[in-house]
């Protein structure tokens, strides 16, 4: 079992800056990707972006340039720096971790982010 708590969530204007965080606990081994998603009234739940334990990261095309995902191991987080935001980022954002070996799905509960214009 893995928990995961966002924070960071809130209002800004166009063009501002935002930092989520995530601290997940329990069964810590078995996580081998965590990543944010995040969902806007009416639309599906879609990938912001992931990081591997090994480093690797991927982003939405919509974030690219904008947004950096990290993870600092030794506190057990994944941080998402979100730069020059746009009214179309306003979303419930979710942290999201992915166990082995099973490929179970573990979700926060969701942090709003609203951008206005």
């Known amino acids: 079992q893995v928990q995961l708590v966002e924070s960071g969530g809130g209002l800004v204007q166009a063009g501002g800056s935002l930092r989520l965080s995530c601290a997940a606990s329990?069964?810590?081994?078995?996580?081998?990707?965590m990543g944010w998603y995040r969902q806007a009234p009416g639309k599906q739940r879609e990938l912001v972006a992931h990081i591997f334990n090994g480093g690797v990261t991927n982003y939405a095309d919509s974030v690219k340039g904008r947004f950096t995902i990290s993870r600092d191991n030794a506190k057990n987080m994944v941080i998402l720096q979100m730069n020059s935001l746009k009214p179309e980022d306003t979303a419930v954002y979710f942290c999201?971790?992915?166990?082995?070996?099973?490929?179970?799905?573990?979700w926060g509960q969701g942090t709003q982010v609203t951008v206005s214009s």
């Open positions: 329990g069964s810590m081994f078995s996580i081998f990707v």
């Open positions: 999201n971790a992915r166990t082995t070996p099973a490929f179970d799905d573990y």
